[in-house]
């Protein structure tokens, strides 16, 4: 298979209502001069998602896994055939809002070969900052998170890394999985992500993973738009999965409780 610049992933499950938008939204603003591939990875959904990407024209390629195993697994099913420099990972609730967001990202990479992972300024459709940059969590970041998002708000400011206004290039203990842009060989060297996680702190893990062997960067000079659903605050059954992502996530790197 022919070496491409680009990659790019979504996994879907039941997202007839917002796929449209985001797989038009990145074909549409992937720089002319890039070549790519979108991979739209199905955890079995049981409406028409791919029905609706069947019709979208690109170069995209679905891949059907008939099975439901979680964000990681399905982003790891594609790990074998990806041939590109770059690869994205993107939620289905993405919009680009133009082709210079994305060339601003490779650009950066392209002269900063240090850098392993790139996470953009992710802004709500109002254009709110979503402040999804994190230090590595604690047990006490992440409860009192679940309790409520104004219970030792000071703490909570502190774990989303409010104080740095989100104006400037820094380093990432965790950046948010809604949108990542990997270094391919980096992504490939460390398997993807872990699919031990179904849902939820995969993208801490990753990110750590990827500052053993190179940088995770925030890059506040690209930016994307997010329609953004934190179902863990609203549902028992996403709760339960939060909590045993973070069983996995704090044997995995020790238990820090404060």
């Not at 993107?90 to 133009?98: A, K």
């Not at 179904?198 to 329609?227: C, G």
Request: overall charge neutral.
């Amino acid at each position: 298979m022919e070496p491409i610049d680009l990659s790019l992933a979504i996994v879907t499950y039941n997202n007839s209502k917002i796929i449209k938008d985001t797989v038009i939204s990145l074909v549409e603003n992937i720089p002319a001069d890039y070549s790519y591939k979108l991979y739209i990875i199905d955890n079995e959904s049981k409406d028409n998602t791919l029905d609706i990407v069947r019709k979208i024209e690109g170069n995209i390629e679905i891949v059907e896994l008939g099975v439901n195993k979680g964000f990681g697994y399905g982003h790891n099913a594609i790990l074998d055939v990806i041939n590109s420099k770059y690869h994205f990972v993107v939620n289905p609730d993405i919009q680009i809002e133009n082709s210079d967001q994305i060339k601003n990202m490779i650009e950066y990479l392209d002269k900063n070969q240090e850098i392993g992972m790139l996470s953009p300024l992710i802004l709500s459709p109002d254009l709110s900052i979503q402040y999804l940059c994190k230090t590595n969590p604690t047990v006490f970041d992440m409860l009192i998170r679940r309790i409520s998002p104004n219970l030792f708000k000071q703490r909570q400011d502190k774990y989303v890394m409010k104080e740095t206004g989100y104006n400037k290039i820094m380093k990432l203990d965790y950046a948010t999985g809604s949108f990542m842009v990997f270094r391919s060989d980096i992504y490939k060297k460390l398997k993807g992500f872990d699919d031990a996680f179904f849902m939820y702190l995969e993208d801490a893990d990753i990110t750590r993973r990827v500052n053993q062997i190179s940088q995770a960067i925030f890059y506040p000079e690209a930016r994307v738009i997010h329609a953004w659903e934190r179902s863990g605050h609203k549902s028992l059954k996403f709760a339960k999965i939060t909590v045993l992502s973070m069983f996995i996530y704090f044997n995995k790197w020790g238990w820090k409780f404060i």
